[in-house]
């Protein structure tokens, strides 16, 4: 059977790809946070550090993993394979329940470059379908419109501190003075992604390595996250809930969009959850 191996460069820094790579098989630092686009913008790694040793007395190593384009299913194959490798003392994930209700498995198929040389990205890609289980089997599907984004990642890359990547300015209309009423419709949960999640939860209790389940910031979402909460609250795990802030909602310059804190608001937030993450920082061993 055809298998290519193709291995990044055990960078740190730069694309997406290589940040990736970097999270399911390079990282090893004390503290870590996982998401999506809202976690690389909204935790200001050096900040959330400098809080927490002062608070504990300590020095700890801490790494944003959080990509952007990278949501729950991805996320939660980063969480599995970051623990299979190494317990961390704490680990961030940043998830909005929306991330639940996807259908869309394409942030989880973009790691199918390691489907032969990494056991949970493999488990992950096969448990989308048959259908997919055997097109990855062959090379051509694995790298199918792949190749050229690890070349333009390796070449371009993001110059990024610690994960962290601000946000700068705002385009929303400052103008606005109200939420949206309009009624939204709601995917139901899809399992695929919430059993992933629930995996993740399930495992990290067992191996007590702590884990905070946490909702950044959005702008006046019309949306809660109630279901994530149940999930969060049947397998123990602490859930920080700051989807819905008025100090964010009353303030849109604190937001490079609608889903996204720029890099003042980055600030205040990290700064808000710190407080909220006190409680948890015991866990730690």
């Given at each position: 059977m055809d298998r290519v191996m193709f291995k990044l460069p055990d960078y740190s820094s730069g694309g997406q790809l290589v940040k990736d790579n970097f999270r399911l098989h390079r990282l090893h630092t004390d503290i870590v946070i996982i998401g999506s686009s809202r976690g690389s913008h909204h935790y200001v790694t050096s900040q959330l550090r400098d809080s927490i040793d002062a608070y504990m007395g300590k020095h700890y190593t801490i790494y944003n993993a959080a990509i952007d384009g990278k949501f729950a299913n991805s996320n939660s194959c980063a969480a599995e394979c970051i623990i299979a490798r190494y317990h961390p003392k704490l680990v961030i994930y940043d998830i909005p329940e929306r991330q639940l209700r996807r259908s869309s498995v394409d942030d989880v198929k973009i790691s199918s470059p390691y489907y032969w040389t990494d056991s949970i990205v493999h488990r992950y890609l096969d448990n989308i379908s048959l259908r997919e289980s055997v097109l990855m089997k062959s090379s051509c599907y694995r790298y199918n419109r792949r190749?050229?984004?690890?070349?333009?990642?390796?070449?371009?890359?993001?110059?990024?501190?610690?994960?962290?990547?601000?946000?700068?300015?705002?385009?929303?209309?400052?103008?606005?003075?109200?939420?949206?009423?309009?009624?939204?419709?709601?995917?139901?949960?899809?399992?695929?992604?919430?059993?992933?999640?629930?995996?993740?939860?399930?495992?990290?209790?067992?191996?007590?390595?702590?884990?905070?389940?946490?909702?950044?910031?959005?702008?006046?979402?019309?949306?809660?996250?109630?279901?994530?909460?149940?999930?969060?609250?049947?397998?123990?795990?602490?859930?920080?809930?700051?989807?819905?802030?008025?100090t964010f909602n009353d303030h849109p310059e604190l937001f490079k969009d609608e889903g996204h804190l720029n890099d003042d608001g980055a600030h205040v937030y990290t700064a808000m959850f710190f407080e909220e993450l006190k409680p948890y920082l015991t866990l730690m061993k």
């Open positions: 190749i050229f984004r690890i070349i333009s990642n390796l070449i371009i890359g993001n110059q990024i501190n610690d994960g962290y990547e601000p946000l700068y300015g705002t385009s929303i209309d400052t103008t606005i003075i109200t939420r949206s009423t309009k009624q939204k419709s709601i995917e139901k949960l899809n399992l695929y992604s919430v059993n992933n999640f629930t995996n993740v939860l399930r495992k990290y209790q067992e191996l007590g390595v702590p884990l905070v389940i946490a909702c950044s910031p959005q702008f006046r979402p019309s949306v809660n996250n109630q279901e994530l909460e149940k999930i969060c609250s049947t397998y123990q795990t602490p859930f920080i809930d700051m989807y819905d802030l008025t």
